[in-house]
């Protein structure tokens, strides 16, 4: 079964707009990590965020922040006011069993955003 | 300059060659990985080593051999290298503790097997 859903193979955004990258995810597990990684044209992958499931509030870092939809289980990326060095493939990831160790990170297929000016 | 390496950063090989990729980390992190990315699919696991003697398969690890060196170093071997192991390879750390900690990646190796 798919762990880590991506439904949006690919968005467009205005500059300076805010955009929201879907992800949806599958667990049991009452403990378990949500991160997304932003993949370039270049390819290299960076880290943008991290939400902890037992995290009472939305992550956020700069103009990224993760709206965490528990019951939902979603965690969408919301990139604000967008620039070009925004477009890029985005990847959601979840990790499991964060309180026994857990280490084996789960990537979704990705989103690829393009910025137009 | 950069905590985590890879070389090369781009091969071509033929079918059948046996091909070596490397990955060096100044992170001092225990835990190493390495993933393919193909289109469509996202990243996936191939092997993961939390020390020199802790060796483990990831999801996709047919085909593939790795060797952990040091802690510092972990390689990733295609010993008969095939057209559908064209991917980019990816070389990862994370810190060995509980928690939310992010993984650490490489540039990536872009292979092509011809």
């Known amino acids: 079964a798919q762990k880590i859903t991506q439904t949006q193979p690919g968005m467009f955004v205005q500059e300076k707009e805010a955009v929201t990258l879907d992800c949806t995810y599958d667990?049991?597990?009452?403990?378990?990590?949500l991160f997304w990684y932003k993949q370039p044209s270049s390819g290299e992958m960076i880290f943008l965020i991290y939400q902890g499931s037992y995290d009472q509030q939305n992550a956020t870092e700069g103009r990224y922040s993760l709206n965490f939809q528990k019951a939902r289980k979603s965690a969408n990326l919301v990139i604000s006011a967008s620039q070009l060095g925004d477009s890029a493939m985005y990847f959601c990831?979840?990790?499991?069993?964060?309180?026994?160790?857990?280490?084996?990170?789960?990537f979704g297929a990705g989103t690829r955003l393009f910025v137009k000016a | 300059d950069a905590d985590v390496t890879q070389t090369p950063r781009n091969r071509i090989t033929k079918t059948g060659k046996r091909i070596m990729l490397e990955c060096s980390q100044t992170?001092?992190?225990?835990?190493m990985y390495w993933y393919r990315q193909d289109p469509g699919l996202g990243l996936r696991l191939i092997y993961y080593s939390f020390d020199v003697k802790d060796i483990n398969k990831g999801e996709i690890s047919d085909g593939y051999s790795v060797s952990r060196q040091a802690q510092a170093k972990f390689s990733l071997s295609l010993e008969s290298a095939i057209p559908n192991q064209t991917a980019l390879y990816f070389c990862?750390?994370?810190?060995?503790?509980?928690?939310?900690?992010?993984?650490?990646f490489g540039p990536g190796t872009r292979l092509t097997v011809l």
């Open positions: 667990t049991s597990d009452p403990s378990y990590g």
């Open positions: 990831a979840m990790r499991e069993g964060l309180n026994t160790g857990g280490f084996k990170t789960i």
């Open positions: 990862a750390t994370s810190e060995l503790r509980t928690g939310g900690n992010e993984q650490f």
């Open positions: 992170k001092g992190h225990d835990r």
